[in-house]
């Protein structure tokens, strides 16, 4: 029932967390390498742009090539957002209107409309067919149609990560070789007293496939993450933490029998 602007809200927390935090921006990471005890985030030409003991994967659908670890089942949609000018059939408009897609309340003499989903398509240009779809909607919602002759094309397109269950991995990152060799016999029904310990790459944890629904989950999974990392009492229900585990779709394949995974 809510809406927020979330460049603001990044700008915020970054304000927030000045002291204790070193901002690095624009820079792809290409490679994740352990040297030393340290995990470190390689750059173009090779270069070392930050390392730690710990480090937390929070970038989406490219967390599977930098993990090299096709078990975390994401995939990836993309979304657009619209801009709309304000008129008087919303204009008075005091909440979001959510149904299928959303409309916003005015804010600075505009309105916000969406959002679109696209399966196969991953530009992040605004394309016209999505405003289009976007503006359908909003009719749709409102019963009666937007005026929009020669809107131009303003707003956001960026991509959703989601999981084959549609809900987010948060946790450590599994030891994908050691669960295979380690739970290889899982499918033939033994008993879970057989199996050693889960075995994960030390001081690696993920927090990705958060779907259409991140700005609600994402603090849940910083909280639940940041009570792992330090040791202390975590903060969500075992049961909720193990529907979220990063490693609960290579457990689903191997409890299928070869053949079949
Ligand atoms: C159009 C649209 C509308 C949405 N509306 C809502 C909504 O109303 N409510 C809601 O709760 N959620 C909404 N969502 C979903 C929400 O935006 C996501 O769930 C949320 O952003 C997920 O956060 P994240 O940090 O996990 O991933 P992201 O926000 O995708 O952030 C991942 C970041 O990692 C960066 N990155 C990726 N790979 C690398 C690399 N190799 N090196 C460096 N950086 C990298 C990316 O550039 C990106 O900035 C919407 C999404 C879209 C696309």
């Known amino acids: 029932a809510g809406y927020l602007n979330p460049r603001q809200l990044c700008v915020s927390l970054a304000d927030a967390a000045k002291k204790k935090l070193h901002l690095i921006t624009h820079t792809e990471i290409l490679k994740l390498r352990k040297k030393e005890g340290y995990w470190q985030l390689i750059g173009e030409k090779n270069c070392l742009i930050a390392e730690g003991e710990k480090v937390i994967l929070a970038n ?27 008129q008087e059939k919303i204009s008075g408009l005091k909440l979001p209107v959510c149904h299928d897609g959303y409309l916003l309340p005015e804010v600075a003499g505009s309105h916000l409309i969406g959002a679109s989903y696209n399966f196969d398509e991953f530009s992040l240009e605004l394309s016209v067919s999505d405003q289009v779809e976007n503006i359908n909607r909003s009719n749709r919602i409102l019963y009666e149609k937007l005026g929009v002759e020669d809107t131009p094309l303003r707003g956001r397109a960026s991509i959703r990560t989601t999981s084959m269950d549609h ?80 490693a609960r779709f290579l457990i689903r394949s191997l409890k299928k029998r070869p053949g079949r995974r």
């Open 60 to 86: 989406g659908f490219d967390a599977q090539r930098l993990l090299d670890f096709n078990g975390l089942s994401l995939s990836r949609s993309r979304g657009q957002v619209d801009v709309v000018a304000t």
């Open 167 to 246: 809900l987010p991995l948060v946790g450590p990152v599994p030891n994908e070789a050691a669960y295979l060799a380690d739970y290889k016999n899982i499918c033939h029904g033994q008993r879970h007293e057989r199996y050693p310990a889960a075995s994960y790459r030390s001081g690696l944890f993920i927090t990705t496939g958060h779907g259409s629904r991140g700005l609600v989950s994402c603090f849940a999974a910083a909280a639940y993450l940041t009570s792992l990392i330090a040791g202390k009492p975590i903060t969500l229900a075992k049961d909720v933490a193990h529907r979220l585990h990063p």
